[in-house]
């Protein structure tokens, strides 16, 4: 059950991290990998998560978390944190969730500023960050169709502005 879990998540919680330029790569993506490092994103990422509790002996029971992104979105110089997970589940996987953390909070009490994407049953998600916006982009499931099935493509995008971050475009398209 756990490799099942593995592959499903570790395939479809996040690509690598993106950064919103190349320019900003050098110095200070090292400095953050450092911070990152030290992280324990599913610790922090659970308690938003608000998942029902596992019985007793629930061995499947493994949040898993994964950096999807870092950017500045809030303008203040620090560069923000979107990590993607999900609930875990014995029998089906459940939507992704992109989790935005603020940059300027440190490694040692990440200050949760948004989740993205909770309108939407994604199955798999990828995570831009590019002049302040955040991009999302995946596979998602509609109310007509099963759960196991994506049959819909869908793009978010978000902005700062200034106490919480708000949609400001989605397109979505039916897989054909």
């Known amino acids: 059950m756990a490799a099942c879990l593995t592959v499903v998540l570790g395939g479809s919680v996040a690509n690598a991290a993106t950064v919103d330029s190349a320019a ?35 061995a499947w029971y ?15 110089g620090r560069r923000e944190t979107v990590v993607v997970s999900s609930c875990p589940s014995p029998t089906s996987s459940n939507p992704l969730i992109a989790f935005v953390y603020d940059g ?27 002049g302040g916006h955040v991009r999302l982009y995946g596979k998602a499931v509609s109310e007509k169709a099963p759960r196991c099935c994506p049959d819909l493509i869908v793009s978010q995008t978000y902005r700062w502005g200034g106490a919480t971050l708000r949609r400001t475009a989605e397109t979505v398209n039916h897989l054909s």
């Not at 911070?35 to 002996?57: F, I, K, M, Q, Y």
């Not at 493994?62 to 203040?76: H, P, Q, S």
């Open 62 to 76: 493994v949040v898993r978390a994964r950096v999807a992104a870092v950017g500045d979105l809030t303008r203040d």
């Open 104 to 130: 300027a909070a440190g490694s040692s009490v990440p200050h949760l500023l948004g989740k993205l994407g909770e309108n939407r049953y994604f199955r798999s998600l990828k995570v831009r960050i590019r």
């Open 24 to 58: 900003a790569q050098g110095a200070t993506i090292a400095g953050n990998a450092d911070r990152l490092d030290r992280v324990d994103w599913a610790s922090v990422v659970e308690p938003s998560l608000n998942c029902p509790e596992p019985g007793p002996h629930a």
